[in-house]
Protein backbone atom coordinates (compact mmCIF):
# COMPACT_ATOMS: atom_id res chain seq x y z
CA UNK A 1 0.00 0.00 0.00
CA UNK A 2 1.58 3.49 -1.04
CA UNK A 3 1.77 5.94 1.48
CA UNK A 4 2.53 9.88 1.77
CA UNK A 5 6.09 8.86 2.60
CA UNK A 6 5.89 7.43 -0.78
CA UNK A 7 4.49 9.77 -2.35
CA UNK A 8 6.90 12.41 -1.22
CA UNK A 9 9.82 10.35 -2.31
CA UNK A 10 8.65 10.00 -5.97
CA UNK A 11 7.62 13.64 -5.86
CA UNK A 12 10.94 14.90 -4.19
CA UNK A 13 9.26 17.20 -1.80
CA UNK A 14 8.36 16.50 1.92
CA UNK A 15 5.67 14.93 3.52
CA UNK A 16 4.29 18.10 4.83
CA UNK A 17 4.38 19.26 1.56
CA UNK A 18 2.05 16.33 -0.05
CA UNK A 19 -0.19 16.79 3.15
CA UNK A 20 -0.92 20.66 1.80
CA UNK A 21 -2.15 19.31 -1.22
CA UNK A 22 -4.32 16.64 -0.33
CA UNK A 23 -5.91 18.80 2.24
CA UNK A 24 -5.60 21.82 -0.14
CA UNK A 25 -4.54 24.26 2.61
CA UNK A 26 -1.04 26.31 2.61
CA UNK A 27 0.58 27.47 0.27
CA UNK A 28 2.30 25.38 -2.75
CA UNK A 29 3.90 26.29 -5.71
CA UNK A 30 1.81 25.45 -8.53
CA UNK A 31 4.29 24.08 -10.30
CA UNK A 32 5.00 21.34 -7.59
CA UNK A 33 1.42 21.03 -7.09
CA UNK A 34 0.90 19.60 -10.60
CA UNK A 35 4.10 17.27 -10.08
CA UNK A 36 3.05 15.75 -6.64
CA UNK A 37 -0.65 15.69 -8.11
CA UNK A 38 0.55 13.59 -11.47
CA UNK A 39 2.26 11.20 -8.86
CA UNK A 40 -0.57 10.82 -6.85
CA UNK A 41 -2.75 10.11 -10.34
CA UNK A 42 -0.08 7.50 -11.53
CA UNK A 43 0.36 5.74 -8.19
CA UNK A 44 -3.22 5.58 -7.89
CA UNK A 45 -2.92 6.95 -4.10
CA UNK A 46 -6.10 7.06 -2.06
CA UNK A 47 -6.04 9.33 0.98
CA UNK A 48 -8.15 7.56 3.39
CA UNK A 49 -11.27 8.98 5.22
CA UNK A 50 -10.11 9.23 8.36
CA UNK A 51 -6.66 10.76 7.16
CA UNK A 52 -8.87 13.49 5.47
CA UNK A 53 -10.59 13.71 8.47
CA UNK A 54 -8.19 14.06 10.75
CA UNK A 55 -5.99 17.03 8.66
CA UNK A 56 -9.17 19.23 10.24
CA UNK A 57 -7.74 19.39 13.43
CA UNK A 58 -5.97 21.97 14.92
CA UNK A 59 -3.03 19.89 15.60
CA UNK A 60 -1.20 16.72 13.89
CA UNK A 61 0.76 15.46 17.38
CA UNK A 62 -0.72 12.35 18.79
CA UNK A 63 0.34 11.06 23.15
CA UNK A 64 1.48 8.13 23.93
CA UNK A 65 1.66 7.64 27.58
CA UNK A 66 3.74 4.13 29.14
CA UNK A 67 4.65 2.79 32.13
CA UNK A 68 7.66 1.17 31.50
CA UNK A 69 9.46 2.72 28.65
CA UNK A 70 12.37 0.55 29.17
CA UNK A 71 10.25 -3.01 28.78
CA UNK A 72 11.08 -3.98 25.02
CA UNK A 73 6.98 -4.96 24.57
CA UNK A 74 5.94 -0.72 24.49
CA UNK A 75 8.90 -0.66 22.33
CA UNK A 76 7.37 -3.08 20.29
CA UNK A 77 3.89 -1.53 20.72
CA UNK A 78 5.54 2.02 19.78
CA UNK A 79 7.06 0.55 16.58
CA UNK A 80 2.83 -0.41 15.46
CA UNK A 81 1.85 3.12 16.65
CA UNK A 82 4.29 4.92 14.68
CA UNK A 83 3.46 3.10 11.67
CA UNK A 84 0.28 3.93 11.48
CA UNK A 85 1.24 7.65 12.75
CA UNK A 86 3.91 8.29 10.08
CA UNK A 87 1.01 6.51 7.18
CA UNK A 88 -1.23 9.34 8.37
CA UNK A 89 1.15 11.95 8.19
CA UNK A 90 0.78 12.96 12.11
CA UNK A 91 3.55 13.87 14.45
CA UNK A 92 3.89 11.60 18.16
CA UNK A 93 5.16 12.56 21.75
CA UNK A 94 5.24 9.84 24.67
CA UNK A 95 6.12 9.99 28.33
CA UNK A 96 7.21 7.12 30.91
CA UNK A 97 5.45 7.54 34.08
CA UNK A 98 7.25 4.39 35.86
CA UNK A 99 4.38 3.39 36.86
CA UNK A 100 3.81 6.27 39.19
CA UNK A 101 0.17 7.76 39.02
CA UNK A 102 1.30 10.98 39.91
CA UNK A 103 3.62 11.13 36.63
CA UNK A 104 0.68 9.88 34.92
CA UNK A 105 -1.48 12.57 35.72
CA UNK A 106 1.89 15.12 34.80
CA UNK A 107 1.62 13.55 31.54
CA UNK A 108 -2.41 13.86 30.67
CA UNK A 109 -2.29 17.83 32.05
CA UNK A 110 1.29 18.12 29.49
CA UNK A 111 -1.25 16.52 26.38
CA UNK A 112 -4.15 18.73 27.47
CA UNK A 113 -1.58 21.65 27.12
CA UNK A 114 -0.30 20.24 23.73
CA UNK A 115 -3.64 19.81 22.42
CA UNK A 116 -2.86 16.76 20.83
CA UNK A 117 -5.59 15.30 18.58
CA UNK A 118 -5.84 11.59 20.48
CA UNK A 119 -4.21 9.74 23.48
CA UNK A 120 -2.95 6.22 23.65
CA UNK A 121 -2.50 5.21 26.78
CA UNK A 122 -1.11 2.14 29.00
CA UNK A 123 -2.51 3.10 32.65
CA UNK A 124 0.40 3.29 35.32
CA UNK A 125 -1.53 1.66 37.94
CA UNK A 126 -4.25 -0.65 38.22
CA UNK A 127 -8.06 1.41 37.99
CA UNK A 128 -9.80 -1.67 37.92
CA UNK A 129 -11.81 -1.08 41.42
CA UNK A 130 -13.67 1.95 42.74
CA UNK A 131 -11.09 4.23 44.42
CA UNK A 132 -10.08 8.05 45.04
CA UNK A 133 -7.53 7.71 42.19
CA UNK A 134 -9.62 6.16 39.98
CA UNK A 135 -12.43 8.91 40.01
CA UNK A 136 -9.72 11.35 39.60
CA UNK A 137 -8.52 9.70 36.22
CA UNK A 138 -11.65 9.57 34.94
CA UNK A 139 -12.12 13.55 35.44
CA UNK A 140 -8.58 14.34 33.94
CA UNK A 141 -9.55 12.39 31.18
CA UNK A 142 -12.87 14.05 30.88
CA UNK A 143 -11.14 16.99 30.71
CA UNK A 144 -8.48 16.18 27.52
CA UNK A 145 -11.31 17.42 25.02
CA UNK A 146 -9.50 14.26 23.16
CA UNK A 147 -10.04 10.99 22.33
CA UNK A 148 -8.42 8.53 24.22
CA UNK A 149 -7.48 4.76 23.68
CA UNK A 150 -6.30 2.35 26.34
CA UNK A 151 -3.90 -0.24 25.56
CA UNK A 152 -2.64 -3.12 27.80
CA UNK A 153 -4.23 -2.32 30.77
CA UNK A 154 -7.64 -1.30 31.35
CA UNK A 155 -9.98 1.41 33.67
CA UNK A 156 -13.69 0.13 34.90
CA UNK A 157 -16.37 1.62 33.12
CA UNK A 158 -14.25 4.06 31.51
CA UNK A 159 -16.54 3.80 28.33
CA UNK A 160 -13.31 4.49 26.35
CA UNK A 161 -11.74 2.12 23.79
CA UNK A 162 -9.22 -0.25 24.31
CA UNK A 163 -6.65 -2.95 23.03
CA UNK A 164 -5.98 -5.69 25.35
CA UNK A 165 -4.48 -9.05 25.81
CA UNK A 166 -5.89 -12.54 26.60
CA UNK A 167 -3.89 -12.04 30.27
CA UNK A 168 -6.08 -15.24 31.73
CA UNK A 169 -5.65 -17.48 28.62
CA UNK A 170 -2.05 -16.83 28.48
CA UNK A 171 -1.07 -18.11 32.02
CA UNK A 172 -3.56 -21.26 31.48
CA UNK A 173 -2.63 -21.80 27.84
CA UNK A 174 1.68 -22.04 29.55
CA UNK A 175 0.18 -24.07 33.27
CA UNK A 176 -1.76 -26.36 30.51
CA UNK A 177 1.35 -27.42 28.45
CA UNK A 178 3.81 -27.40 31.47
CA UNK A 179 1.31 -30.24 32.36
CA UNK A 180 0.51 -32.01 29.63
CA UNK A 181 4.41 -32.36 28.95
CA UNK A 182 4.71 -34.22 32.24
CA UNK A 183 5.53 -31.71 34.99
CA UNK A 184 3.73 -33.28 38.20
CA UNK A 185 4.51 -29.84 40.37
CA UNK A 186 4.60 -26.23 39.14
CA UNK A 187 5.49 -23.02 40.50
CA UNK A 188 5.17 -19.31 39.76
CA UNK A 189 6.72 -16.42 39.96
CA UNK A 190 3.47 -13.67 39.60
CA UNK A 191 3.73 -9.86 38.43
CA UNK A 192 2.22 -7.55 40.86
CA UNK A 193 -0.63 -8.66 42.13
CA UNK A 194 -2.26 -4.84 42.42
CA UNK A 195 -2.46 -5.17 39.07
CA UNK A 196 -5.07 -6.45 36.71
CA UNK A 197 -3.18 -7.81 34.04
CA UNK A 198 -0.85 -9.81 36.95
CA UNK A 199 -4.22 -11.39 39.09
CA UNK A 200 -5.25 -12.09 35.42
CA UNK A 201 -2.52 -14.55 34.44
CA UNK A 202 -2.27 -15.93 38.11
CA UNK A 203 -5.94 -16.94 37.68
CA UNK A 204 -5.15 -18.47 34.51
CA UNK A 205 -2.24 -20.30 36.00
CA UNK A 206 -4.85 -21.39 39.01
CA UNK A 207 -7.47 -22.24 36.18
CA UNK A 208 -5.64 -24.71 34.61
CA UNK A 209 -3.86 -26.50 38.11
CA UNK A 210 -7.76 -27.12 39.14
CA UNK A 211 -8.75 -28.32 35.42
CA UNK A 212 -6.34 -30.61 35.89
CA UNK A 213 -6.37 -31.58 39.62
CA UNK A 214 -3.09 -30.52 40.11
CA UNK A 215 -2.55 -29.12 43.63
CA UNK A 216 -1.93 -25.63 44.15
CA UNK A 217 0.81 -25.20 46.91
CA UNK A 218 1.23 -22.15 48.87
CA UNK A 219 4.95 -22.54 48.95
CA UNK A 220 4.86 -23.07 45.24
CA UNK A 221 3.46 -19.25 44.43
CA UNK A 222 6.74 -16.29 44.86
CA UNK A 223 4.89 -13.33 44.57
CA UNK A 224 7.36 -10.59 42.24
CA UNK A 225 6.65 -7.21 40.75
CA UNK A 226 7.28 -7.67 36.79
CA UNK A 227 11.13 -6.41 36.87
CA UNK A 228 14.27 -8.38 36.31
CA UNK A 229 15.85 -7.72 39.78
CA UNK A 230 13.03 -9.29 41.88
CA UNK A 231 12.79 -11.80 39.85
CA UNK A 232 16.42 -12.63 40.15
CA UNK A 233 16.34 -12.47 43.67
CA UNK A 234 13.19 -14.52 44.33
CA UNK A 235 14.66 -17.40 42.27
CA UNK A 236 17.98 -17.20 43.67
CA UNK A 237 16.23 -18.53 46.77
CA UNK A 238 14.18 -21.23 45.59
CA UNK A 239 16.88 -22.93 43.68
CA UNK A 240 18.61 -23.04 46.93
CA UNK A 241 15.67 -25.23 48.08
CA UNK A 242 16.12 -28.52 47.92
CA UNK A 243 11.85 -29.14 48.16
CA UNK A 244 11.15 -27.16 45.15
CA UNK A 245 9.00 -27.30 41.87
CA UNK A 246 10.49 -28.40 38.71
CA UNK A 247 9.02 -26.18 36.79
CA UNK A 248 7.63 -22.46 36.51
CA UNK A 249 5.46 -20.25 34.97
CA UNK A 250 7.29 -16.52 34.61
CA UNK A 251 4.73 -13.77 34.38
CA UNK A 252 6.20 -11.33 31.82
CA UNK A 253 9.42 -10.89 29.63
CA UNK A 254 10.99 -9.32 32.63
CA UNK A 255 10.37 -12.06 35.07
CA UNK A 256 11.69 -14.61 32.41
CA UNK A 257 14.84 -12.37 32.52
CA UNK A 258 15.42 -12.86 36.15
CA UNK A 259 14.76 -16.03 36.16
CA UNK A 260 16.83 -17.29 33.31
CA UNK A 261 19.77 -15.46 34.15
CA UNK A 262 19.76 -17.66 38.24
CA UNK A 263 19.13 -20.69 35.99
CA UNK A 264 22.66 -19.58 34.17
CA UNK A 265 24.60 -19.11 37.33
CA UNK A 266 23.06 -22.48 39.06
CA UNK A 267 24.67 -24.02 35.69
CA UNK A 268 21.11 -25.73 34.83
CA UNK A 269 20.14 -26.47 31.81
CA UNK A 270 16.91 -25.59 30.73
CA UNK A 271 14.37 -28.17 29.48
CA UNK A 272 16.14 -30.72 31.13
CA UNK A 273 16.99 -29.75 35.22
CA UNK A 274 14.58 -27.34 35.27
CA UNK A 275 11.54 -26.89 32.81
CA UNK A 276 9.66 -23.37 32.46
CA UNK A 277 7.22 -21.39 30.06
CA UNK A 278 7.54 -17.37 30.28
CA UNK A 279 4.48 -15.11 29.13
CA UNK A 280 5.85 -12.52 26.71
CA UNK A 281 8.16 -12.57 23.90
CA UNK A 282 12.00 -11.72 25.14
CA UNK A 283 13.45 -10.27 21.60
CA UNK A 284 16.78 -9.94 23.01
CA UNK A 285 17.02 -14.11 23.62
CA UNK A 286 16.68 -14.83 19.59
CA UNK A 287 20.11 -13.45 19.19
CA UNK A 288 21.44 -15.76 20.72
CA UNK A 289 19.25 -18.40 19.87
CA UNK A 290 18.06 -18.83 23.34
CA UNK A 291 15.56 -21.92 23.37
CA UNK A 292 13.06 -20.94 25.85
CA UNK A 293 9.11 -21.13 25.54
CA UNK A 294 6.70 -19.03 25.80
CA UNK A 295 3.11 -17.69 24.94
CA UNK A 296 2.97 -14.35 23.30
CA UNK A 297 1.03 -11.74 20.99
CA UNK A 298 1.72 -9.57 18.08
CA UNK A 299 2.77 -6.70 19.78
CA UNK A 300 3.94 -4.34 16.45
CA UNK A 301 0.19 -5.42 15.30
CA UNK A 302 -1.13 -4.49 18.73
CA UNK A 303 0.19 -0.91 18.62
CA UNK A 304 -1.20 -0.47 14.83
CA UNK A 305 -4.54 -1.69 16.35
CA UNK A 306 -4.47 1.03 18.91
CA UNK A 307 -3.77 3.86 16.68
CA UNK A 308 -6.19 2.39 14.13
CA UNK A 309 -8.98 2.78 16.70
CA UNK A 310 -7.85 6.04 17.80
CA UNK A 311 -7.67 7.63 14.59
CA UNK A 312 -11.39 5.90 13.90
CA UNK A 313 -12.37 7.42 16.76
CA UNK A 314 -11.05 10.54 15.72
CA UNK A 315 -12.78 10.87 12.45
CA UNK A 316 -16.08 9.98 14.03
CA UNK A 317 -16.24 10.71 17.62
CA UNK A 318 -19.80 9.43 17.84
CA UNK A 319 -18.94 5.57 16.78
CA UNK A 320 -19.84 2.92 19.14
CA UNK A 321 -17.15 1.57 21.55
CA UNK A 322 -14.71 -1.05 20.64
CA UNK A 323 -13.13 -3.69 22.96
CA UNK A 324 -10.26 -5.80 20.99
CA UNK A 325 -8.62 -8.56 22.58
CA UNK A 326 -5.50 -9.70 20.93
CA UNK A 327 -4.77 -13.59 21.34
CA UNK A 328 -1.69 -14.99 22.47
CA UNK A 329 0.33 -18.02 20.47
CA UNK A 330 2.12 -20.83 21.87
CA UNK A 331 5.77 -20.93 20.89
CA UNK A 332 7.59 -23.80 22.51
CA UNK A 333 11.31 -24.97 22.29
CA UNK A 334 12.07 -27.45 24.24
CA UNK A 335 11.94 -25.92 27.49
CA UNK A 336 8.81 -26.82 28.60
CA UNK A 337 9.49 -30.21 30.06
CA UNK A 338 11.93 -31.32 33.20
CA UNK A 339 13.43 -34.68 32.35
CA UNK A 340 15.37 -35.15 36.40
CA UNK A 341 12.69 -36.76 38.79
Do not use: W
Not at 137 to 165: C, F, Q
Not at 211 to 226: A, R, T
Request: charged share 30%; net charge positive.
Amino acid sequence: MITINDIATLAGVSKSTVSRVLTNRGYVNEETRKRINAVIRESGYQPSESARNLSKKETNTIGVIVPEIGNSFYSEVLQGISEIIDENDLTIIYCNTDNDAVKEEKALQMMKRQRVRGIVLAPAIDYAEKSEVTENLRRLLDKLNAPVVLLDRDVENSGLDKVMYDNSGSGYRATKELIEAGNDRIGIITGNLELKIARDRYDGYCKAMKEYNMPILKKDIFHGDFTIQTAYKISKKIFMKKDRPRAFLTCNNMTTLGFLRAVREKNMKLGREIAMIGIDHVDVLDIIDYKYSYVTRDTVEMGRKTMRLLINRISDPKIQQQTCIMPYQLVLKGAEFCELI
